[in-house]
Structure formats: C-alpha cells, structure tokens
C-alpha cells in the first residue's frame, strides 16, 4: 500500500497523482524496506496505538528501533545467500510484477 496505494493491492488503476513507488522509483526490495515491512506489521497486531519517538512501544513495551537494527544486521549478513536470495527473488515477483504501475 505504501509503494501502490490501495488499488495495488487489487489491480491497477489509471490516473491520479503518481504513486510513491514511482516517485522513489523503487524497483526491487531492500533489507530496510522488508525489516520495516515486517516491523510495521508486527506493531499493527500489537496493542501498542501509536509509533513514539523513542523507538519503544508504549503499551507493550516492544523496542521497535532494536528490533528493526537487528533484523537488518541479519538481513544484510545473509543478503547473498542463495535461500535469501530466493525468497527476495519471489518477493520481488510478487511486489513489482502487476504491470507497469505507470499511473
């Protein structure tokens, strides 16, 4: 939704500002950008309401900051594996491949 907006999710659709993904002309997954994806989405199932400064949950007390370095460190230490590279590869596939997202 962030790179495409809703209709990304879907199919696409014509017209309208330009999305960000085209914007930023992302072309492929990073580390950060699928750590971040993965942090956001454990911070939407958690009972936390709002991101603070701090990088720690306030409710649930969860070091979103921590944990996002340390998921990246890992990432970037295992980038070139062929199991990683697999998976970014079908990632990749899957994020970019609805056409050309020209809108």
């Known amino acids: 939704i962030l790179l495409w907006g809703e209709s990304g999710l ?3 659709q014509a017209g309208g500002p330009p999305r960000n993904g085209n914007r930023w ?3 492929s997954l990073t580390p950060g950008l699928l ?3 993965g942090v956001v989405v454990i ?3 958690s009972a936390n309401k709002k991101f603070c400064y701090s990088g720690k949950g306030k409710t649930i007390k969860i070091q979103y900051n ?3 370095s340390s998921y990246k460190k890992i990432l ?3 980038w ?3 199991h990683t590279h697999n998976i970014v590869k079908k990632l ?3 994020v970019f491949s609805k056409g050309s997202r020209t809108a």
Do not use: D, R
Request: zero cysteines.
């Open 66 to 68: 921590y944990m996002f």
């Open 25 to 27: 002309e992302v072309t």
């Open 10 to 12: 879907t199919a696409l």
């Open 76 to 78: 970037i230490k295992n």
């Open 92 to 94: 990749n596939s899957f």
């Open 43 to 45: 911070f939407l199932l």
């Open 35 to 37: 750590v971040w994806a």
């Open 80 to 82: 070139n594996t062929e």
